[in-house]
């Protein structure tokens, strides 16, 4: 009785796109439902069961649509999500960070569009269901009621497990996700320097893989490869250290230095003037107020603001001295910026070539042993093979959301009214 287009619209192989016109003509629509189960010439022969015949013939393209729904909502749910992620990561609109968010935000876009097409189908039906109760009862009222509230419960009933099944389908992406994350975690803890191996399964062809691999690794060109990266790593740790070497050794120091004793002098003018102020202000405030004639608290205030502009004076000749000191040491780069840039450059590519050197000395000897020991395939697979499992939850989705829709179409040949099964009367 539901009017059922197709819940949503996969992106897939012409051929699938092709099966699923043919899905949806003769399952998913109600109409065509009782056509397939009421009409039809049939030449009766006496020696055969023709009920029979007909439950054979309409039972095999019932299987054959529900493998056709099957796989394409698997491709939806699956195959659609991945390869999109995959088609976005190499046209560079996604770095490989970034994919996992995207599958979930795909994902979530694909429950939305089944949320929306159970209130589309349920709209849509329900109206061409009661106007049918309509159209065939006509005056016959109380046959014409009891169709109206079929249409009603049967859609009502539809509705709230279609619902359901969007819900299911969260909980299937996530456990795509959470075993996407897991495998992973597999090819990334035990052979993260050779994710050619990620996709095979043979253990021959595993191990086949690594020596190849290796061998290129740790040819003169490969451990060149790996050092640089490590250089590359460590470059940013050892750039403090140069620049220091490079501004003592350079003409800005003695530049800094006499900036730095001028900023000293400063300084101390600044807090020696500063505190004069100070005592003055206090003199003056324990001069007006009496303090030594009234009570005491009054002498007590004028210390305390003697103390309050003591600290002031200290904080804000602190703050002069360290922005000369930064102003005077950018001035002094400055005056000296080439032989400082020329300085960093040779002293850092002294240090890459000591680092490239010791590298290469060390890397070379141990590397085929260490590559192969960073890619243990046989844990891998006996990681990846703890994942698997005998199930497969958009398969059982998908199967689920397929019955739902056929018996949801089940209407009664003999009156064409919608049949309500026993489930929906127990919501």
């Known amino acids: 009785s539901v009017t059922s287009p197709l819940v949503y619209q996969p992106k897939m192989m012409p051929l ?15 109409s065509a439902g009782a056509l397939l189960r009421t009409r ?32 394409a909502c698997k491709w939806k749910n699956g195959n659609d999500v991945n390869g999109l992620a995959a088609e976005k990561l190499k046209g560079g609109d996604l770095k490989g ?16 569009q089944l949320k929306a097409a159970c ?27 009891s169709c109206d509230e079929k249409c009603v419960e049967s859609y009502d ?73 490590k250089w590359l790593a460590k470059e940013n740790y050892v750039l403090p250290s140069v620049e220091s070497a490079c501004f003592s050794d350079g003409k800005v ?34 001069k007006k107020g009496k303090t030594d004639k009234t009570f005491k608290d009054a002498k007590g205030f004028c210390d305390e603001r003697k103390t309050l502009c003591e600290e002031q004076v200290t904080e804000n ?23 400082l840039a020329d300085c960093k450059e040779k002293t850092l590519k002294e240090e890459e070539d000591k680092a490239m050197k010791k590298c290469t000395g060390t890397q070379g000897p141990k590397c085929d042993e260490k590559c192969k020991k960073s890619c243990d395939t046989k844990a891998m697979s006996k990681c990846l093979k703890n994942l698997e499992s005998e199930s497969d939850e958009a398969e059982i989705f998908c199967k689920d959301f397929w019955r739902l829709l056929h018996d949801s179409a089940e209407i009664d040949p003999a009156t064409g009214d919608p049949v309500v099964f026993l489930s929906s009367k127990k919501q």
């Open 16 to 30: 699938l796109s092709s099966a699923l016109l043919l899905a949806t003509a003769i399952c998913f629509q109600p």
């Open 40 to 71: 039809g010439q049939v030449v009766e022969d006496p020696e055969e069961d023709v009920v029979k015949k007909i439950q054979e013939k309409w039972g095999k393209m019932d299987d054959f649509v529900e493998i056709l729904f099957t796989m």
């Open 97 to 112: 960070s970034e994919v996992t968010k995207f599958k979930a935000k795909t994902q979530a876009k694909n429950v939305q």
């Open 119 to 145: 209130g589309n189908i349920v709209g849509r039906g329900k109206k061409k269901c009661r106007q049918g109760c309509a159209d065939r009862w006509g005056v016959a009222m109380t046959k014409r009621d």
């Open 157 to 229: 009933y539809f509705e709230n497990q279609c619902m359901t099944k969007a819900a299911n389908l969260e909980q299937v992406y996530k456990m795509k996700l959470d075993r996407a994350a897991a495998r992973k975690q597999c090819h990334e803890g035990h052979c993260p320097n050779i994710p050619t191996t990620w996709m095979m399964t043979k253990a021959r062809a595993m191990n086949r893989e690594v020596k190849k691999q290796c061998k290129s690794q740790c040819n003169e060109k490969g451990i060149k490869a790996q050092c640089e990266k």
């Open 253 to 286: 120091k003695e530049c800094f230095g006499k900036k730095k004793t001028s900023a000293k002098d400063d300084q101390k003018k600044c807090a020696t003037d500063g505190t004069k102020t100070c005592k003055e202000q206090a003199e003056k405030c324990n």
């Open 317 to 339: 000749c602190n703050k002069e001295f360290k922005t000369a000191l930064e102003d005077g040491q950018a001035e002094c780069e400055k005056d000296d910026e080439k032989d």
